[in-house]
């Protein structure tokens, strides 16, 4: 069975621009959660989606958001990049989101802000 | 909000037993999960605990205390491939809160 893939796997933008990042979950997974890392703040839960409903936010600004399609696939977008928003961004999937239910972590994809 | 806290570093040499303790204040527990991060890759899960005591599994061993807010895990039989970092997550109210992780460092 294939894992988590995120595309694309690195990414260069500038100040101000916006960012579409992808995540397609292991087949049969309907919980996708998104995160960021960083090297200063480890990392931080960014939302949650589940059958296409938000059910988690973390403390993020409103530049940062996202969405989930039928197919279970997600999406996140940050708009009005600033230097800050560089960072590790990682997708984790699992069968539903219940407290038991282990998250499997996708590879990621490193955006960098100039 | 919630604290995990755990050590930044830890060396060990090859075949030693090392023992990540990993702290943590919060409300609404539903469990804690241990991952395992190599430079530049994803997170790999490892362990879950949500009622006390231990959990084995193979040269891997998580504990937690829930009154204690408190667990560690146990890596035995060290070897080169087990430098990575460490991260304890907590779940709780149905978020997954992560820890700064633990640079595991094997010498040989």
């Known amino acids: 069975k294939a894992g988590v893939t995120q595309t694309p796997r690195y990414l260069i933008k500038t100040r101000g621009q916006q960012v579409t990042l992808s995540c397609s979950p292991i087949s049969g997974h309907r919980s996708v959660s998104w995160y960021q890392q960083t090297p200063g703040q480890g990392l931080q839960f960014l939302f949650e989606y589940f059958s296409e409903t938000q059910r988690n936010k973390g403390n993020f600004p409103g530049r940062f958001s996202g969405r989930q399609f039928s197919n279970s696939r997600s999406e996140m977008n940050v708009s009005t990049l600033e230097l800050g928003d560089s960072a590790l961004y990682l997708c984790?999937?699992?069968?539903?989101?219940?407290?038991?239910?282990?998250?499997?972590f996708g590879p990621g994809t490193r955006l960098t802000v100039l | 909000g919630q604290n995990i806290d755990q050590p930044t570093e830890m060396t060990a040499t090859e075949g030693a037993i090392v023992q990540i303790n990993c702290t943590y204040q919060t409300s609404g527990f539903n469990g804690l999960f241990w991952y395992q991060q190599h430079a530049g890759e994803a997170p790999t899960f490892l362990s879950y605990n949500v009622l006390d005591g231990l959990e084995e599994k193979g040269r891997f061993s998580s504990f937690l205390s829930r009154s204690k807010g408190y667990s560690y895990l146990l890596l035995k039989e060290l070897q080169m491939k087990d430098s990575a970092s460490y991260l304890c997550?907590?779940?709780?109210?149905?978020?997954?809160?992560f820890g700064a992780g633990t640079q595991v460092v094997v010498t040989p």
């Open positions: 997550a907590v779940r709780s109210w149905g978020k997954l809160q």
């Open positions: 984790a999937s699992s069968l539903i989101p219940e407290s038991t239910d282990t998250q499997y």
